[in-house]
């Protein structure tokens, strides 16, 4: 909303300084955004008079000028074809920013300077209109009317002298659309008073009622109409000082019924329409619902499909205006309208919200509408209206005012106690304070005394323009919002509550610092992405009803598809070379759900995501260089996996049957499926025109945590000696490590402590189709030291279990 | 005999010394120590040799067998691992084997760091749901069904009464439901707004929104707690100012604007000209609020703030564009170790 200084004078007078008014206004919630001075744009440009022409000694088509600029005279050389004696012209002296530069094709800004021109001093520049943005004429300099006199600013000659306020109005104050608004709220912040008086009304003639009948049919969508008729006025331009109020706040001139109109809308902020009552048939209006599926055409020339709970305004025949939006085509004030009525109505807020909502046409009027207009200003709006009609456009007033306002809305009365306003807001405000600034905002406070425990406490008449005060918090609002928000003390102590339970650290906390110190970089992506790549996990995904593209039209179950994006992303960019984890959700929504889900039918689930691609290692000198596989990215996850107390973790390999990845490992803490760890499919890599190997492990976060070994106590260090024997198997290829362990543990070797595997190995001297796993075993006792016999017995059982269950035999 | 052994001894270490692949050492080893090998061969010889010499004779042969073996051993392993030893103990400017580096993202690290601040303030974390319903995200919070306040959020819908959140105060509604004050939490998570892409705006983002429900909080308290956070977050010397604002859920609701750190208040195109940064929404828990969960307004008070995770982070690393964040360039991800 621009707010003119100028027009807020008419109602106060404002000493202060714009910025500072704008730095009260912006902490009183009426955020000052900017703060533009009109004149500034024409700083450096004065009126002058042209004394004496010369012809240009050297140049043909210049002209040597004398230029009385009011406290000098300045020698300026034009180059215009139509420079006289004698004329009234703007100059712009040195050191002014000229708008538009007519001789450069994009009409840039430039600062003028003194120059010499073909050896001939210049001390200004006489202005186009082109050159300062007040018209298109490039041909000739500006001649002004002679009455003006040399020296004279050009902003006041242009009666640009004045700063405009453009403040964010939030929703809850429609009142403060609204010149009268925003001077109430500085008349309450400075103690001012507000100069307001009631448009004097003229009326002539037959009453209103001979000419006009007004039905409304839907008190409800339209609690309050009221009308004027204006007869015998001359549509034309607005006079000057009109035109200007419109253009220092952003409206362009129409015609003087309109103008007033939007006069009227930006002094008080109440929206009215005037309507050619010539083409309204019947001499009738009827506001009604409009007839689903009806069409209207609206002035903006665009035709629109009505819906049934929209109110519509009417003649005896047709819809006329879509209420509170905007008015049709059919009815506007055109240059042969010589009779208006002017309608003053109150429409109920969400009605009008839900038609704009449907035709997306937000106006100046739907604004006010949906915010709450004010149903006690449709009178006085309309009498301000009818006389600023009758100034500037002449005509007769008709008597009276059709006014159908079945229901009477009336002021809310409201009371605060001044107890509870402390309370709230921990200040010590005085009932006097607290009085005076009710009695600013012009909420007439009557004091009260309920009790003694409670205090004094104050009866509030809320003006029908403030739909936002509804209870007595809203009103503790404004005590704190007039009195400034700094008028609340700080304090160095706030009471804390001691919490008995200490909630459990997140999982993510843990992971998250493991992975970085392993060299993985956490990413964070989208968790929507197109409904092609949702369909890929073959289950039913949840589907956003109004995306904003395709490629985000449904939520993720899997990060693996975000993933690869980014990977897509930094090879493209030359690093192929990463590490990368994620904490997201997934999400999914209960099969054939439908259209009718509710929120309990969804699920989100939290995950962790890893993925590592290229080589295992940066570049040393003296380390072999070689590419990540899956055992890398398993090792990471084992790591982790110790670290944060999931035991017994298994890889079990499946014939993977989803989309995404092929040689998957299902991955299982206590037999609990908390993933899956793969290499990403083939097919799918090159979707993403990726042409290396890349590994994922997608894990369950809430698996994870469910998992977890809880804390166990001490186990006292082993007091007798571990003993460490080597041993290497030759065996069919096929046959796998797990299984191997397996035999090993169940050959009741009731010493051994641990396997590793340390050496794999295949080739000709062991035979075709046989590989070699060495083994480290470690056997230690709790109460005696292992001797030389035991050790032997028990690796000859576990040698023994081997070579009878798996057929495998010992490398010597 | 002894002549003979002394001669292969020069023999085959000249051999292995001229040698430069293991090939080449292969086929000395063949030569002198297989079974069929010169040495051998004067091991078969050996019972030739008079009795009482061949105790010597025998020790002389071992000592030939032992030194051409750790020769060869000793000029193998110096072809398997050329130069490295000798190189590494000669420069010790050498880099070491270095891994790879991790970073944590900018999003999660301010985040983590907001929270920690709020953790030494006593707030516990608390969690919601993205996928919410209108009247968790709108209703309970006091958004009127047909009130333009929803305007200032546009969302993304699943069903007609199932969105996606816009916001993470429908958590505050959710912890209240399930719990009796005092209440002192902070609630992180992500949120999503139907906005169109630009360098501003995305069309996700993060929040924490913070909520404090006991008797006899006051707007006091809001503040100091605030200005408590704000100076931990931005430096100990920050100029602050709270202005009043509107959010349906509070009331009174206000902004905490602080001086911008990018002109220390001069005005730039980043504080818009003001010299004012906004970085958070603050206000009392409206009434409505605490009647929707059944809490009693004249009993209770609280305070509620939000703030948007994103453009703390933009304005702390100086990022002008809020899609970088998301695209995941380890070129910018990088500058975060």
Redesign the interface.
Known sequence: MKISLNWLNKYLTIDESPESLAERL????L?V??IEKLAARFNGFLLGKVISTDKHPNADRLTVCRVDCGTEERQIVCGAPNVAAGQTVIVGLPGAVVPHDQHSPEGIPFVLREVKIRNVESFGMICSAFELGLGDDKGGIMILPDRYRAGTPLADYLRMNDTVFEIGV????PDALSHIGVARDVAALYGKRLRNRPAAVRETGAPIGSYLKVRVDDPEGCPRYSARLIRNVRVGPSPEWLADALLHVGIRPVNNIVDVTNYILMDTGHPLHAFDYRMLKGSEIVVRRAVPGEKFITLDHRERTLGGGMVMICDGEKPVAIAGVMGGLDSEISDQTTDVVLEGAYFN??FI??TSKAFGLSTDAS?RF??GADPGATLSALDAAASLIQSVAGGEIARGTIDVYTKKIKPKKVTARLQKIN?????TFSDKQVFRVFVNLGFQPVPMTTSSRIGRSFRCTIPTYRPDIL?E??L??EV??ISG??R?????I??????ETV?PV?LR?EV?PL??????????????QDIAVSALGGREF???????TKE?SS?RQSLIPGLLE?VR??IF?G?G????FE?G?V?GVAEGAG?????SN?R?ESRLITVVTGMA??V????KQRKSDIFDLRGELETVFAKISLDNSKFIPYSSTDALTQTGMRVEIHGTYIGLLGSVHKKILAQYGIEQEVYVAELSMDAMSRSRRGREKFRPLAKFPVVVRDVAFIMDRQIEHQAVVEEIFRSGAAYLRSVDLFDVFQGEQIGEGKKSYAYKLEFSADDHTLTQEEIERQMNSIIRRCTETLHLSVRQ | MVQHIESLRAEALSAIERAHTSDELEQIRITYLARKGSIGDLFDRLKTVPAPDRPVIGKLLNDLRTAVQTALDAKLAGLSAPAAPASAESDPTLPGRRGWVGSEHPITATMAEIGRIFAGMGFQVATGPEIEDDYHNFEALNFAPDHPARDMQDTFFITENVLLRTHTTPVQIRVMEQQKPPVRVIMPGRVYRNEAISARSYCLFHQVDGLYVDTGVTFSDLKSTLLAFARQFYGSSIRYRFRASYFPFTEPSAEMDITCFLCSGRGCRVCKQTGWLEILGCGMVHPNVFRAVKYDPERLSGYAFGMGIERIAMLRYGIDDIRILYENDIRFLRQFR
């Not at chain 1, 706030?494 to 919490?499: E, K, Q």
């Not at chain 1, 070379?577 to 990368?580: K, P």
């Not at chain 1, 259209?595 to 929120?599: D, T, Y």
């Open positions: 912006t902490l009183a919630g955020e955004e900017s939030t929703p809850n104050r807020p969400p919200r839900r604004q949906e915010r309370d709230i807001l921990g200040t209870e918090i809203d503790i609002e704190a919002r928000y700094d609340v003390p700080q304090k160095e706030s009471a804390i509550r001691l919490h909630p997140d906390t998250s992975l970085i110190g392993r060299g993985f970089m956490e990413i964070v992506t989208n968790s929507m949840v589907k956003i009803a109004n995306p904003i985000m939520m980014v992303h930094n960019h690093a070379d990463l590490r990368l904490f959700k999400y259209e009718n889900a509710v929120r969804y989100e290692d940066p040393a000198w003296d380390r």
